[in-house]
């Protein structure tokens, strides 16, 4: 049986599958992946429906948010990536003032439902993430894992994922994320 995911990138035409899988079973639908992202207005957001409002408001204006993994035609995984300049500050990251705001792109977070969960799904979202931050002219991407043990931030990822795939440690973001990051040449 293949453990492939076919993977596009999020926008108004997968809002549906974008919905159905945050307030799926086990979704992510308390925080619908706002928690880290920079806004102008509901400062708060603590309220549910704003930041389900707020991310469909990014997605509808063609912003880059992330991607959505398919298996056997269903949305089944999330993975939050996008120009690291359209999260907040507080995120993390290191030479954020040297970096040109379109060159770095974040990876902030992952989601696979429970059921498929050891089927390398995160890894392969890297990997899509990867080619999505390039072809949209990252030069960098980063992300924030977390060590295997870590009693939080585990939708970040874990270090040992990050590390198999090319990424090197650059600092760390509090307690305990870490900052990874990796190069992204150009493909010939």
């Known amino acids: 049986m293949s ?52 991310m469909q408001q990014r997605i509808i204006s063609n912003n880059p948010v992330g991607l959505l993994g398919y298996f056997e035609g269903a949305a089944v995984a999330w993975c939050s990536v996008a120009p690291r300049a359209t999260f907040k500050k507080t995120l993390g990251g290191v030479n954020a003032d040297s970096d040109t705001e379109e060159s770095v792109w974040s990876l902030t977070c992952f989601f696979v439902k429970r059921e498929l969960r050891g089927r390398s799904f995160s890894a392969q979202l890297i990997d899509a993430a990867e080619d999505y931050a390039r072809a949209n002219g990252a030069k960098v991407i980063e992300a924030y894992p977390v060590d295997p043990n870590s009693p939080s931030y585990r939708f970040s990822g874990f270090v040992p994922m990050f590390e198999a795939r090319g990424f090197r440690k650059a600092g760390a973001a509090g ?10 040449e150009a493909l010939v």
């Open 175 to 184: 307690a305990r994320r870490n900052v990874f990051r990796k190069g992204l």
């Open 3 to 54: 453990n492939l995911l076919t993977v596009f990138p999020v926008n108004s035409s997968r809002w549906d599958d974008f919905y159905s899988l945050f307030e799926g079973r086990g979704g992510p639908k308390s925080c619908w992946c706002m928690i880290w992202r920079s806004f102008e207005t509901s400062p708060d957001m603590t309220d549910k429906a704003a930041r389900r409002a707020a």
